[in-house]
């Protein structure tokens, strides 16, 4: 039988940047930095940078705040790999592409998926600024596992029961209170995105759960899950929600760049600190 297309092309991604990297140590932990967080990715130490469109079977990702960088090196004293942006469904990209980075860490060998986001406030009480670890997710958009099943990656029904891992968030949680960084703790939702929510859209999010609202993230924790890894996740508040048909909160993509980057540092610590205990 002929191989997956699909991990062909996988295959020749992950090939490609093992060839960059030569005999490195085999990375713990993959990072996902979304819209203007890729300040942590420059933070990372002995780095390797492999733009996107060097990188056979990437795409290259056109969102604002993302640099379009794969990143190797260490981090809390732990070998990782950051992807600094992410593809996104409303980029165009077929779901097969938005994940195949997570599927390229998983064969480089990482156990961890550290993923980032920056998100709207769905629970009034956030403020812009904010952190919050992701405790679980609401997905409307089309899950990532429809088609063909991955055999080589995992079963055709993985178990999400606990898609972001209990015992990082409990870390993640002490980590916090003992460097004086407040968080909360919520639940993403995920729509496809690129517009954002309408006020009617937003109360419907809060009404059925969503602490935070954005429009990625969730395809890779589920490829991720399918993969057997084990996920941590946190986004960072970059603008309220208006949950009323007036034009005194308008959302702008520069300023949610603007946001997320003075939230980074705080974010960049806890990432670190995190990983440095695993």
């Known amino acids: 039988m002929p191989m997956d297309t699909r991990v062909e092309k996988i295959t020749r991604a992950v090939e490609y940047i093992k060839s960059i990297i030569g005999g490195k140590e ?73 994940t195949r980075p997570i599927r390229v860490m998983a064969r480089l060998g990482i156990q961890y998926l550290f993923v980032s986001n920056a998100a709207g406030g769905a629970d009034p009480d956030y403020n812009v600024g904010d952190l919050m670890i992701i405790k679980d997710h609401l997905n409307f958009r089309p899950n990532p596992l429809i088609g063909p099943n991955f055999e080589d990656f995992g079963p055709r029904f993985p178990d999400m029961t606990a898609p972001y891992d209990l015992e990082l968030i409990s870390k993640i949680e002490k980590i916090a209170a003992e460097e004086g960084i407040a968080v909360h703790k919520g639940v993403y939702s995920a729509s496809t995105g690129p517009t954002y929510e309408t006020p009617a859209e937003l109360r419907y999010y809060r009404q059925v759960g969503a602490d935070a609202v954005g429009m990625s993230t969730v395809p890779e924790v589920i490829v991720a899950r399918q993969c057997g890894l084990r996920v941590f996740g946190m986004s960072v508040i970059t603008n309220k929600g208006n949950f009323d048909n007036v034009s005194k909160v308008l959302n702008d993509s520069d300023d949610v760049v603007v946001q997320a980057d003075k939230a980074a540092d705080r974010m960049t610590v806890l990432f670190r600190k995190l990983i440095a205990t695993l």
Do not use: C, W
Request: proline share 7%; net charge neutral.
């Open 26 to 98: 085999t990375p713990l932990v993959g990072i996902v930095l979304g819209s203007g967080l890729g300040k942590l990715g420059e933070l990372i130490e002995e780095r390797i940078v492999i733009p996107y469109k060097d990188i056979p079977e990437f795409a290259v990702s056109t969102a604002v705040g993302h640099k379009g960088n794969f990143i190797y090196g260490r981090l809390g004293g732990k070998p990782v790999v950051a992807m600094q942006g992410r593809f996104h469904f409303y980029e165009g990209y077929p779901m097969d592409v938005v």
